[in-house]
T-cell receptor, first 113, second 115 residues
């Protein structure tokens, strides 16, 4: 059974710092991996989607990498800002037939001014 | 603007009562999903539907029911059989076309509590 784990559960950094969020999964047979952002009391906003055949995706200050063989993905945030404070969730999709996602527990990030 | 609308934002349930959460999308997406989120936890799949008049159980379907009579609507009923319904409920959708390139879109959620 696929399990997704995110470490750490919470992270606090000063503004301007570069940081890395980690996501690991137990079964390397994934279809894609997605990173989402969730603000308190809100739904999820998609940040980056990496296909199983890709190694990384970039959007602005965000870069996500994928190493299927080791069951790991990282989300790199450059020059963090207070507006980046939120919970970040990763999710893996197992197959092409359904859109079912398996989520990690999330990492709650606080960027202090 | 296209998106997913969930209502109500807050809902309270009495013992023995069934309640229904609404989810409407105007993105013309084929697939719709219901997730449950507990504090400090990730999302767990309750039900999903890939086409009108068809739906499948997710990992935690017991105590819940759904219907998909229209493409744009996927209501979730939390029945009295669900003994621990207090949670944040999220509805999502995506297109089946170019499936692999499309992330799921989410509504803003409904927070359900027991009175």
């Amino acid at each position: 059974k696929q399990e997704v784990t995110q470490i750490p559960a919470a992270l606090s950094v000063p503004e301007g710092e570069n940081l890395v969020l980690n996501c690991s999964f137990t079964d390397s047979a994934i279809y894609n991996l997605q990173w989402f952002r969730q603000d308190p009391g809100k739904g999820l906003t998609s940040l980056l989607l990496i296909q199983s055949s890709q190694r990384e995706q970039t959007s602005g200050r965000l870069n996500a990498s994928l190493d299927k063989s080791s069951g790991r993905s990282t989300l790199y945030i450059a020059a963090s800002q207070p507006g980046d404070s939120a919970t970040y969730l990763c999710a893996v999709r197992l197959d092409s037939n359904t859109g079912k996602l398996i989520f990690g527990q999330g990492t709650t990030l606080q960027v202090k001014p | 603007d296209g998106g997913i609308t969930q209502s109500p934002k807050y809902l309270f349930r009495k013992e023995g009562q069934n309640v229904t959460l609404s989810c409407e999308q105007n993105l013309n997406h084929d697939a719709m999903y219901w997730y449950r989120q507990d504090p400090g936890q990730g999302l767990r799949l309750i039900y999903y539907s890939q086409i009108v008049n068809d739906f499948q159980k997710g990992d935690i379907a017991e105590g819940y029911s759904v219907s998909r009579e229209k493409k744009e609507s996927f209501p979730l009923t939390v029945t009295s059989a669900q003994k621990n319904p207090t949670a944040f409920y999220l509805c999502a959708s995506n297109s089946l076309a170019h499936f692999s390139n499309q992330p799921q879109h989410f509504g803003d959620g409904t927070r359900l509590s027991i009175l």
